[in-house]
Nanobody, 125 residues
Framework: QVHLVESGGGSVPAGGSLRLSCAAS????????MAWFRQAPGKDREGVAS?????????TYADSVKGRFTISKDNAKHTLYLQMNSLKPEDTAMYYC?????????????????WGQGTQVTVSS
């Protein structure tokens, strides 16, 4: 069982940056594929980025965020991060931390074992 708590959301102007954090408890995150998803009002939840448990920490990103977002984790701190730069109004959404994706690097069809409660990101134009 993994309990996930997100933080770091907020309101920023377009072009700004935010760093989201996801603190995990109950089990070490080094054993899980971890990811970030988001859901905008009236839209389906979509995968943003995931990070594998392999030693290289292989990552994958949605096309819409490539080059702007970076997913990382600190296994010792049991924390997952999402650095978001050059934010756009279309990035506005509730962002969710997720654990135990399978398949790990498939953001479209992966099943998710655990979800956080979400943190709101709002980008103004």
């Amino acid at each position: 069982q993994v309990h996930l708590v997100e933080s770091g959301g907020g309101s920023v102007p377009a072009g700004g940056s935010l760093r989201l954090s996801c603190a995990a408890s109950g089990h070490t995150i080094s054993d899980y594929c971890m990811a970030w998803f988001r859901q905008a009002p009236g839209k389906d939840r979509e995968g943003v980025a995931s990070i594998h448990i392999d030693k290289d920490g292989t990552t994958t990103y949605a096309d819409s965020v490539k080059g702007r977002f970076t997913i990382s984790k600190d296994n010792a701190k049991h924390t997952l991060y999402l650095q978001m730069n050059s934010l756009k109004p279309e990035d506005t959404a509730m962002y969710y931390c997720a654990a135990e994706l399978y398949p790990c690097l498939d953001l479209v069809t992966a099943t998710v074992g655990y979800w956080g409660q979400g943190t709101q990101v709002t980008v103004s134009s």
